[in-house]
């Protein structure tokens, strides 16, 4: 399967992973599973590091390399996604998760998250 994880299940898999649902972490270990970050996540932790916010604390190109190296696969931003947010419910306004939500719904790719709002879309998404 597929899985597209959010940006906090994937700063917890990268350094705190005591953090993560043990769903989330058989689901990750699953070598059957296709490991999928979207460029957004790492947009998103560069922003918030950037204002200070405590839970985006990491360097965005380690965190990349980090995820790289252990065999993610990285979704570009493509303008089909940004294209499918406009259609998306006003459920939950962090341009991010919504942009994580049109491409899980445009790839066909399971989202996983760890956040009950972005859980509400309609769509491939599974709340950990």
């Known amino acids: 399967m597929k899985l597209l994880l959010d940006t906090h299940l994937l700063l917890w898999a990268a350094a705190e992973p005591g953090r993560l649902p043990e ?8 070598p059957e599973n296709e ?14 590091a ?10 965005p190109a380690v965190l990349r390399r980090g995820l790289l190296d252990n065999g ?8 089909e996604h940004a294209v499918a947010t406009a259609t998306l419910p006003s459920i939950h306004r962090d341009p991010f998760d919504r942009m994580l939500v ?9 989202l996983l998250t760890s956040d009950h709002v972005v859980a509400q879309y309609p769509g491939p998404i599974r709340k950990l």
């Open 23 to 30: 769903v989330a972490r058989d689901l990750i270990d699953d």
């Open 35 to 48: 490991l999928v970050f979207s460029a957004a996540s790492l947009w998103e932790v560069a922003i918030k």
């Open 50 to 59: 950037g204002l200070g916010r405590e839970d985006f604390t990491a360097e």
């Open 72 to 79: 993610y696969i990285e979704l570009p931003i493509a303008s």
């Open 102 to 110: 049109a491409q899980a719904q445009v790839e066909g790719i399971t």
